[in-house]
């Protein structure tokens, strides 16, 4: 049998009921006929993507449902740098960034500096290629206020803590970067690092980018906000590993990054924005293209994260109608020996405004799947289905066994 799989990503849907949406889960407040008719239809479950109580970032998430497990996690920056196709070496230290504003004190007034999206290409490029040290610094934009930056030298380490307070408008002022070893080459690199940032502000304060976003009254993205150091290593492709052709259609710099390690053609444009007015008819339809030429084809849907950790339960719903509906036109356009699976990432509850624990729900439905009593995809009745409670690890392990990627144990 020549079965295949598309695998659906709601990045963050995962939530718990929220007091405005009448003590429902965004996904529960939401109407989404095309993803309880695939439950209807299918088996489901619920999902730890590492074990229970344990959040992960959208990086290991990722990591893991491409099928990865998270020993082999390499750290977010170098995960980053691969998706926005910047050129990394083996031993570069690679770091993931925000586009921040602060004030004259140093206090974050805005860690995402408003979402900033346009300038972001001139911003980069005022800094990008300075020399510090000795250290060659590489620096790009990625999707919206995100970016990425490179540190390419000896006597380097990724054994240092982040720049970014990771608390937005409360007062907290960026923190200087130190070594989180004894090492003399952590030290060295957080001394760069703290250099850095303090040319880099300079530079951005003045840039006319910024000048012209204070008319309008913007904030100016003025600020570099570090963090997720990590190493650049090399990881076999999972593809090579199960003799298996794969694709990703996505829109954000971290999961198409992934893709590239797995060994997954990344499929991206410039209507694929990570929020809300993403093009989910041409991720869809690009869906079923893939499908046609590989064997795994994953797809990407950032919105409910981001609404998410905007504390937007009502707007977060309405993400995940936008998901139900990209959804409902791949399942109208899918062959008969194609599997169309569900899931995420991890929960992002909208009244924490950050990666929780929690499990998220999934779903598989398709040819000779046992269908379980479960009418409604949701956290709540995704938990009584056939599949169970399953390790992000179990999930994928269990896709890749349906399409025959699985090798028996034993005689």
Not at 268 to 291: C, P, W
Not at 332 to 349: F, K, M, N, R, W
Request: glycine share 10%; with cysteine.
């Amino acid at each position: 049998m020549n079965r295949k799989v598309i695998l659906a990503i709601a990045d963050g849907i995962g939530d718990l009921p929220h007091p405005l949406l009448e003590n429902k889960t965004p996904l529960e407040y939401a109407d989404t006929p095309n993803l309880d008719r695939l439950a209807s239809a299918g088996v489901t479950g619920i999902m730890d993507l590492i074990s229970p109580g344990i959040p992960v970032g959208t990086d290991m998430g990722h990591l893991i449902l491409f099928g990865y497990q998270p020993h082999h996690y390499p750290g977010r920056g170098p995960i980053e740098a691969l998706g926005i196709n910047m050129d990394v070496l083996p031993g570069d230290i690679v770091l993931r960034c925000n586009f921040a504003a602060v004030d004259e004190n140093g206090i974050v007034v805005d860690r995402r500096a408003g979402r900033i999206r346009n300038g972001t290409e001139e911003l980069a490029d005022a800094i990008n290629g300075l020399e510090i040290m000795g250290v060659s610094i590489y620096f790009k934009p990625a999707t919206e206020h995100r970016a990425v930056l490179i540190l390419r030298g000896t006597g380097l380490s990724d054994q240092i803590s982040d720049s970014d307070p990771k608390a937005p408008n409360d007062g907290c002022p960026y923190h200087t970067i130190v070594s989180l070893d004894s090492s003399a080459e952590s030290k060295r690199t957080a001394m760069v690092l703290n250099l850095f940032l303090h040319k880099a502000h300079v530079i951005l304060s003045n840039h006319p980018v910024n000048v012209e976003r204070m008319k309008q009254g913007e904030l100016a993205a003025n600020f570099i906000l570090t963090r997720g150091a990590g190493q650049m290593i090399q990881l076999d492709p999972i593809t090579d590993a199960l003799h298996m052709k794969g694709s990703c259609i996505a829109g954000e710099s971290t999961v198409l990054g992934v893709a590239k390690l797995a060994g997954f053609k990344p499929v991206t444009n410039s209507r694929m924005t990570g929020n809300m007015d993403t093009d989910i008819v041409l991720k869809a339809k690009l869906a079923l293209e893939e499908i046609s030429e590989n064997d795994f084809v994953l797809v990407h849907l950032k919105a409910p994260d981001v609404k998410g950790h905007d504390n937007k339960p009502f707007e977060k719903a309405k993400a995940i109608e936008l998901f139900d509906q990209m959804v409902g036109i791949i399942a109208q356009g899918i062959s008969e020996d194609v599997y169309l699976a569900v899931a995420a990432d991890h929960s992002t509850p909208c009244e924490i405004g950050e990666h929780s624990g929690d499990p998220v729900p999934i779903l598989i439905n398709g040819p000779s799947i046992r269908i379980d009593r479960t009418k409604h995809y949701n956290e709540i009745d995704c938990a009584y289905g056939g599949l169970g409670r399953l390790t992000g690890h179990g999930f994928i392990q269990t896709l890749h066994g349906l399409i025959g990627r699985v090798k028996k144990q034993g005689n």
